[in-house]
């Protein structure tokens, strides 16, 4: 269930690193999902396309066999329901059970957020990952355009403020900076952390962060903050090693013990009493 928090918890005052994601995390992106599937339907042809269309909104609107939250193989088209909560069981993309269920490779899709439900849909249809490209890079470049108006962009900087005071700041996206950096500077975000890590591999790449952290730099683990939309990609490697987790769940998948915290958008966290805020920042159109 989702939580609507007023207030930060009693354990913020114990952090002192911040982990965040970029998309759908610190910058709220939904606007541009709908675009993005639009772009895809553009790369494909006539009847693939409003197929496509259909099958992500069903998904999203929970009348899918395959369920939010779940593990999708493309090399199979076999779904594992329970993603990442233990259960083995495997189906086939229309929810007929698949008794011959072998191990899982590694690079599979989690349906935890919208953007990923559209990929795990067009390789269901056989979209060329070229054609994905291109609509990922088309939808990109949208969200770029200083033209382009950012109807929740103003809400990036005051999830910055959250982490004002920490002693490290980081924002890590797995989006590849030549896509992503023209976004963290019309969100006026550039001064908010001392580092950013661009097209970071995650979870592979949050695990070597975190490593570099408690093991290298010896930092304590529950002085450490990964807040994120994904589970599988900002979460899950951050409670492996006992880090802090505010899970940012628009789509209410989360069971109660995903992490620390769960909240709709990463703004539902209000500044406390004498947190320092940035300086004002002209308003993003």
Known sequence: MIQTVAT??????????????????????????????????DETDPVTGPALIDEVHRVLQRRHPVPLGSLYDPARDEVRPNGLRG??????????????????PEHVIYLGD??????????HHRVPLHAQQAAFVRTREL????????????????????????????????TPPSLAEPLVHRLGVDDAFDEIRLGADKPAGLAAVLANLVDGAGMAPHRIVCAGDNLRND?????????????????????????????????????????RAYPPRPTVS
Do not use: K, Y
Not at 87 to 104: F, H, I, K
């Open 8 to 41: 930060r918890p009693g354990w913020w005052s114990e952090l002192d690193v911040a982990i965040v994601d970029l998309d759908g995390t610190l910058h709220p992106d939904e606007e541009f999902v709908a675009t993005h599937l639009e772009h895809l339907a």
């Open 87 to 104: 259960d083995p069981s495997t189906t086939a993309w229309n929810g007929e059970p698949v008794l011959d269920a072998r191990s899982w």
């Open 114 to 123: 919208p953007w990923q439900v559209i990929r795990a849909v067009a390789f």
């Open 143 to 174: 969200m770029n355009d200083p033209a382009t108006p950012l109807p929740r962009g103003g809400d990036a900087r005051v999830a910055a403020e959250l982490f004002a005071g920490f002693g490290l700041r980081m924002l890590v996206s797995n």
């Open 235 to 275: 979460i899950a490697p951050a409670r492996q090693v006992g880090c802090r987790t505010v899970f940012v769940d628009p789509l209410g998948i989360a069971a109660p013990d995903d992490a620390d915290l769960v909240v709709r958008r990463l703004t539902d966290l209000e500044r406390g009493p004498g947190q």
